[in-house]
């Protein structure tokens, strides 16, 4: 029996029963050839850039702001995942970063650590960063310090207020651009 042809009724059954309800392979829908070429830009961004896993579930975005962080900044992304910051300073300050990216309206903080620096960026569709905020970890943790610990251990702030904040740090305590 094809797929098309299974009742509504006993598509229900099956997943009330907990069972997998496998299409065939051999039946294509247009989301598969969205996955095949997700995964395989993903597969390109990895060779590219070793050092980052640009994985589909949560991270992608993560990721592909800090490698355009260390692109625009002088910092050297750390090897894998570290627990707490993403890269370190090549000023001469060797100090810890913790690099934050988003594509909408809010950035994460963390409530359990605050950073030596923090650096939160937007990324626009076209590529493009925008910094939201370039500074010591604890001129953030201002904004949040009367807040209540979240169930996901991150405090969301508007890239409205972390702008506002980011007029305020001084030049010296800023992560300093390359010089291209």
Known sequence: MGLKRISSHLLKKM????????????????IQSYVK????????????????????DGRLVGDIGEVLAAEK?????NEGLTKHHDAICT????????IKSTMKDTLTFPCDHVPDYYLGIRIHSNGTIEEVFNGPGD??????KDR???????????????????QEVPDKKRIHLKNK
């Open 73 to 77: 900044y002088l910092i050297k992304l």
């Open 91 to 98: 000023d001469g300050t060797k100090k810890k970063v913790q």
């Open 148 to 166: 209540k610990i979240s169930k996901t251990n991150l405090h969301l702030i508007p890239i409205k207020t972390l702008k506002m904040k980011n």
């Open 37 to 56: 070429k997700l995964l395989k830009i993903v597969s390109q961004m990895q060779n590219d850039y070793p050092q980052k896993k640009f994985t589909l």
């Open 15 to 30: 997943e009330s029963a907990g069972e997998p309800i496998i299409i065939s392979k051999t039946e294509k829908t247009p």
């Open 139 to 144: 001129m953030v943790k201002e904004i949040v």
